[in-house]
């Protein structure tokens, strides 16, 4: 996986697979380019993440974990422009956290991990020339590099479906990649 920009921003539904897989710290680390989530995503996700009903809280303390050793970055708007422009999204879009994150994407030219079909969608009319990553992509990149053994990956895999509630849709690339690493 090769990453164009310096930057890639991680929209809430990213950020709550990769926590799902409970292996957040290591698959953020395999990203060749820094991670960020918005404020918007982080305010909103850590308090998603300490809701989860029967959980020891594990998804929150990896997602605490990687913005206190600096693998994950929280920004913030730094413009009049930006701010602007997440109003702008908030009304296309509808959420928040996908429009904070196109917003900051779109002013910074940083690439862009979502799931959410509505904003891909949305970021390719508004961006066309900056990238979008998916879960998917970012899981397999990790995969690969780090050697996850034969064990692991579809223990990842399947606790980002079960616990993440993510499936990918039909059409997407590695949906055959998913379903062979899942057996």
């Not at 413009?79 to 879009?93: A, I, Q």
């Not at 969608?121 to 992509?137: D, V």
Request: charged share 25%; glycine share 4%; hydrophobic share 40%.
């Amino acid at each position: 996986m090769e990453i164009k920009h310096s930057h890639v921003v991680l929209d809430a539904c990213c950020v709550l697979n990769f926590c799902a897989s409970g292996h957040l710290i290591e698959i953020v680390k395999s990203v060749p380019a820094q991670v960020v989530v918005t404020e918007v995503v982080r305010e909103r996700e850590l308090l998603t993440l300490q809701r989860l009903t029967g959980e020891n809280n594990e998804d929150a303390n990896q997602f605490e974990t990687a913005i206190k050793k600096g693998l994950l970055s929280v920004i913030d708007f730094n413009s009049e422009n930006e701010e602007e422009t997440f109003v702008n999204y908030v009304f296309e879009l509808g959420d928040d956290g996908e429009s904070a994150t196109c917003a900051i994407a779109v002013h910074r030219e940083w690439a862009i991990a979502t799931d959410d079909k509505k904003a891909i969608s949305f970021f390719e009319r508004e961006a066309p020339h900056l990238q979008i990553l998916s879960t998917l992509e970012i899981v397999k990149h990790w995969s690969e590099t780090e050697d996850i053994s034969s064990a692991t990956l579809p223990s990842a895999l399947t606790a980002i479906q079960t616990r993440g509630h993510y499936m990918p849709h039909r059409n997407h690339p590695l949906r055959h990649w998913w379903e062979d690493k899942m057996q």
